[in-house]
């Protein structure tokens, strides 16, 4: 399974931003998926994941109330909203699955396919 990132970018604190993860070379549809983040000089932090129905979904103590995470498995991608942006948010943004269920992803912190990541930088 290959997992590719778009919808990075620059934003002014207070702005919106949706980033997309599309899977491809294999049943994307079996898999808990995350968006993890990595800002220079801080541990990664997993802000969002959804288990592979899509009914179950986590969001971190810092994007609750302005992050939304949601999947449409007939076109293998799964989707982060992100309202609200603040300059802690800057981050590069990983998409990861993982196979096997939401609980099961949330008490790792490796998983099975990674993708490239996505720079979100957010000016003040």
């Known amino acids: 399974v290959q997992l590719v990132e778009s919808g990075g970018g620059l934003v002014q604190a207070g702005g919106s931003l949706r980033l997309s993860c599309v899977a491809s070379?294999?049943?994307?549809?079996?898999?808990?998926v995350g968006w993890i983040r990595q800002a220079p000089g801080k541990e990664r932090e997993i802000v969002a994941a959804i288990n592979w129905p899509g009914v179950n979904t986590y969001i971190g103590d810092s994007g609750r109330g302005r992050f939304t995470i949601w999947r449409d498995n007939a076109k293998n991608t799964v989707y982060l909203q992100m309202n609200s942006l603040k300059p802690e948010d800057t981050a590069v943004y990983y998409c990861a699955a993982h196979r096997g269920s939401l609980a099961d992803m949330m008490s790792r912190t490796e998983y099975d396919y990674w993708g490239q990541g996505t720079q979100v930088t957010v000016s003040s």
């Open positions: 070379g294999g049943t994307f549809s079996t898999y808990a």
